[in-house]
């Protein structure tokens, strides 16, 4: 998807992480969520590429891609991350990659809005592409970052993009910082730069230049033909008639003769073949100018740095009527690990959250005590408990699950003074000082 090899060429921008060190840190820096906005199509892809590719669609139960889509969203569960899905709008292009795009709404999305807003998340529709909808949305400040493995991203104007890694754990990203790719040392690439290798190279709209690979258009960025064909985008017809003749004589000499060798070979063939209507500006305008919300309500995003605690009530009614699993046994089980413990970590952020309060008939959890303590990947973890009981009738009626411990850091435990008060009071009265024991009493001092 996207640009041609664009990802290897910004690859020095690359740095690795994972979703956990992005969220915590910038819980503990800001005191808020990571909001991070997802094209909601790319999961549709990938979800059923996986589950064709391994050929065991029949043998996974009732819905088997929603029901991974429900295990992808309850993994955020248990991390201060605020998703916002963005679906593809009517005034998408109608041709991508060579393909005409289906107009019909994809059989996913009334049953994924259904389990997004159920967890707690957001959903929002573009007027265009996904894709040029989330980079605006980023570049003005609306979300913090965008996870996508769409190279299209870099040109929309996002400013952070994490971008899943090829090891099958969805903790583990890599991000991209566009000042990053704009300043690197070994392969900078500017606006102009990544729309010249969007046009030489091809991607979702065009094939590109024939024959000219990322190496050849990657070295032409050292020119000024992208940043005078990103300001001609901004012209009228007439004036873009005038210029582009030029241009490409200007693109035919570089190819040609390389003069400056910020190619490093002559490509003649490559000169000699530009079609005399290269480039396509519709095509660069589809990069410069897509379809976006030009303004949007307050209410449309104001919520979106805001938790939610998912509806356990109805995450319940549609597990029954997507999955079947109250009808085969496996709900009390499903919950236990994959809602359960989020929905404990997450109300515990809530409850650190300054001025933050619970709508009337929220299912709230009782906090018992704080049972053990650990550090782990320099952070402070607390083992706290839960009676969970209004959580397990809400979901399953007959259970007879009460108490449920999680892992919390400390940072979600501001608000919980007495309990940590209660916890060192018992380790300072234990009868033998271990070294164990001693370890815990200086991290929770």
């Known amino acids: 998807m996207g640009i041609r090899e664009l990802w290897n060429v910004v690859s020095p921008a690359r740095k690795q992480t994972t979703f956990s060190t992005l969220s915590w840190e910038h819980f503990k820096d800001t005191g808020r969520p990571l909001v991070i906005g997802v094209d909601a199509s790319i999961w549709f892809f990938q979800i059923q590429a996986a589950l064709s590719a391994r050929g065991l669609h029949s043998q996974l139960g009732s819905n088997p ?12 569960l248990s991390l201060p991350i605020s998703l916002v899905f963005v679906l593809d709008g009517p005034q998408r292009p109608a041709i991508k990659q060579g393909k005409t795009v289906h107009s019909v709404p994809h059989w996913m999305i009334h049953s994924v809005r259904e389990l997004v807003t159920a967890f707690g998340y957001h959903i929002h529709q573009a007027p265009g592409e996904a894709e040029a909808e989330l980079g605006n949305l980023n570049h003005i400040g609306h979300i913090d970052a965008v996870f996508t493995v769409d190279s299209d991203i870099l040109l929309f104007g996002a400013e952070i993009i994490i971008r899943p890694n090829d090891t099958g754990d969805l903790n583990d990203v890599a991000v991209y910082h566009a000042n990053d790719i704009a300043t690197n040392t070994e392969r900078p690439l500017m606006p102009g730069g990544l729309l010249l290798m969007a046009i030489l190279c091809g991607g979702d709209y065009d094939k590109g230049l024939e024959r000219c690979g990322w190496k050849t258009a990657y070295g032409l960025t050292n020119t000024e033909l992208g940043s005078e064909l990103l300001l001609a985008s901004d012209e009228d017809a007439a004036t873009i008639r005038k210029i582009l003749p030029a241009w490409r004589e200007k693109l035919r000499d570089h190819l040609a003769r390389d003069p400056h060798g910020f190619i490093g070979r002559k490509n003649v063939g490559i000169a000699s073949n530009i079609p005399g209507n290269f ?9 410069t100018h897509p379809v976006i919300s030009h303004t949007l309500l307050a209410a449309a995003f104001l919520g979106w740095g805001h938790l939610r605690l998912p ?11 997507l999955f079947l699993w109250k009808s085969i046994g496996k709900q009390e089980k499903k919950f236990t690990s994959k809602i359960f413990d989020g929905f404990c970590v997450r109300y515990l952020m809530l409850l650190s959250s300054p001025g933050h309060s619970f709508p009337e008939g929220s299912l709230i959890p009782r906090v018992l005590n704080i049972v053990d303590v650990k550090s782990a990947h320099d952070n402070i973890l607390f083992s706290v408990e839960f009676d969970i009981a209004v959580l397990a009738h809400a979901s399953l009626q007959t259970s007879t699950l009460t108490k449920k411990k999680v892992w919390a850091p400390s940072v979600v435990l501001t608000a919980s003074h007495n309990l940590l008060a209660l916890y060192l009071q018992k380790l300072n009265c234990s009868k033998k000082k271990t070294l164990s024991i001693q370890k815990k009493i200086e991290l929770v001092d």
């Open 65 to 76: 891609e929603l029901a991974t889509f429900f295990y992808k969203l309850s993994f955020f």
């Open 279 to 287: 480039p396509s500006m519709d095509v660069v305008r589809k990069y």
């Open 311 to 321: 509806n356990i009530p109805v995450l319940s009614e549609l597990t029954e009527r």
